[in-house]
């Protein structure tokens, strides 16, 4: 530890505890005893006392050990220590020899304790910052630099977080004496890097044009100066001569951006954005609208990209995202006003879920495509697969004229009915006429999911059938 001139964010004081009545009426002896002991912590940490805070948190961590704020509050209290170690005179040992106190044992029990408050609350603005911290204090210059940005796509303001990446950025250059850093002048001040497709705000102001509509999404005010900006992405256009003379000036840097900027937008093949609700068949069309701001950054993305998302919805038995999804293309995409999006999607073709993560606050899924089981010409299979759907065909032909003619007072009903013949495929394709078939009636999310799973055209069909002829009588004995 040589730097003499480190200087931490946001560990100047620490967090109390809010009451909760619910918690305090469930648990009330272990509850009083835990406030004590984080009262008693947080009173140390004001009086410099951080040994005996250490003592205490940990005593309350032993009682609740998931709990971010008193995370927080430790981690920052080694910080303290940490800190205070490392500016310590050499001269103060002479005096005071320090007993087996290390600073780099504290920063490390500093990065676990703010790495479990990520883990808990991994939008937590205040965990970014503590982390940095101990990373700086590890002389993990780099990566706290990476956690510093990440911080900053959450809160773009923080002047903790603006602090730190000047801190970083400067230390990274002095650490490394071959990278001689550029003017900031052309530089985004949300992602801190060269600002690739600039908008200038009515402020005045430059932004790449997705980090501008990125912030945009949580507040419609200028990422820097706070000014209420009324623009869209709709009626924005970038600044031509902004755009040129960092072209022609940072020619590399630009083609660094624009990949990076091109792998957001148009992904690998077996890879898909998530719009997680519910599960959509092949064939089938429905409208969506988009106001959650992760979705709306996806969306933005795709549009540029594509245009097509896997829809999924959350399987009931795991709780987590279903194993199958369907790709839908966005037919119609309305940007309104005011940041929300209205889609017309269709349902195109399935895949399977190999694997999902987290992208910017949306699921991107690594997948495989997905087909029904052929049987080979000839074969008795395929010859029983095609005596069904032409069954079927006859069957569904009839059955929607008889439900037309129920439905003659009913313009809603009628008008769905109209569209849904309009959409009828050929029987050339079974496996498309299949899922044609399924979607004539209503079916449950969990139904929907298994004839999205099942890869036999000719169960599909028949299970089609099934719920077409309840419906039938159901409709006779209206
Ligand atoms: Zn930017
Ligand atoms: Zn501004």
Redesign the pocket.
């Known amino acids: 530890m040589s730097n003499q001139s480190i200087v931490l964010e946001g560990i100047d004081d620490v967090d109390d505890l809010i009451s909760n009545e619910e918690e305090e009426n469930n648990n009330s002896i272990s509850h009083t005893h835990l406030h004590q002991l984080v009262n008693k912590a947080n009173k140390a940490f004001r009086q410099n006392r951080f040994e005996e805070a250490i003592n205490c948190y940990s005593g309350a961590i032993n009682i609740k050990p998931h709990h971010p704020v008193i995370l927080g509050n430790r981690c920052a209290a080694y910080l303290r220590i940490c800190q205070f170690l490392v500016h310590r005179p050499a001269s103060d040992s002479e005096y005071r020899p320090l007993s087996g106190l290390d600073p780099t044992v504290h920063a490390g029990l500093a990065l676990k304790d703010a790495d479990k408050m990520m883990n808990l609350q991994s939008d937590s603005v205040k965990a970014h910052i503590l982390k940095a911290d101990a990373l700086i204090l590890l002389q993990r210059f780099e990566l706290a630099h990476d956690i510093v940005l990440s911080g900053l796509q959450i809160d773009p303001s923080s002047v903790h977080l603006r602090n730190l990446v000047r801190m970083t950025c400067t230390t990274m250059g002095r650490n490394n004496h071959e990278i001689t850093l550029r003017t900031d002048d052309f530089d985004?001040t949300?992602?801190l890097?060269l600002?690739?497709e600039p908008i200038t705000t009515p402020c005045g102001h430059s932004?790449?044009r997705?980090?501008l509509f990125q912030a945009m999404d949580r507040c419609n005010r200028c990422p820097l100066c706070r000014t209420i900006l009324f623009i869209s992405p709709r009626t924005c256009s970038i600044s031509v001569t902004l755009n040129n003379i960092i072209q022609k000036n940072f020619p590399e840097e630009y083609a660094e951006r624009k990949l990076e900027h091109e792998n957001l937008t148009i992904m690998g093949a077996d890879l898909l954005p998530l719009f997680v609700m519910d599960v959509v068949l092949p064939c089938q069309k429905l409208q969506l609208n988009i106001f959650e701001p992760r979705y709306r950054l996806m969306v933005r993305r795709i549009m540029e990209g594509n245009r097509r998302m896997g829809m999924v919805t959350i399987d009931s038995t795991s709780g987590s995202v279903a194993d199958h999804a369907c790709e839908v293309e966005i037919t119609d995409c309305e940007a309104l006003p005011d940041g929300r999006f209205f889609l017309e999607v269709e349902g195109r073709r399935r895949c399977h879920i190999i694997d999902h993560w987290d992208q910017d606050g949306y699921r991107v899924a690594e997948i495989e495509w997905i087909q029904d089981i052929c049987p080979a010409e000839g074969t008795e299979e395929r010859l029983d697969l095609e005596d069904t759907v032409q069954k079927a065909e006859a069957f569904a032909k009839s059955w929607m004229r008889t439900a037309q003619e129920a439905a003659q007072g009913d313009q809603v009903r009628l008008a769905q009915l109209l569209k849904a013949e309009e959409l009828m495929p050929t029987t050339n394709d079974p496996e498309h006429f299949s899922f044609w078939l399924a979607t004539l009636t209503n079916r449950r999310p969990s139904q929907r999911l298994d004839l999205l799973r099942m890869r036999d055209t000719n169960e599909r069909v028949k299970r089609g059938l099934i719920y077409l002829k309840a419906a039938e009588q159901f409709c006779t004995t209206q």
């Open positions: 985004c949300v992602c890097k600002i690739y932004f790449c997705s980090c």
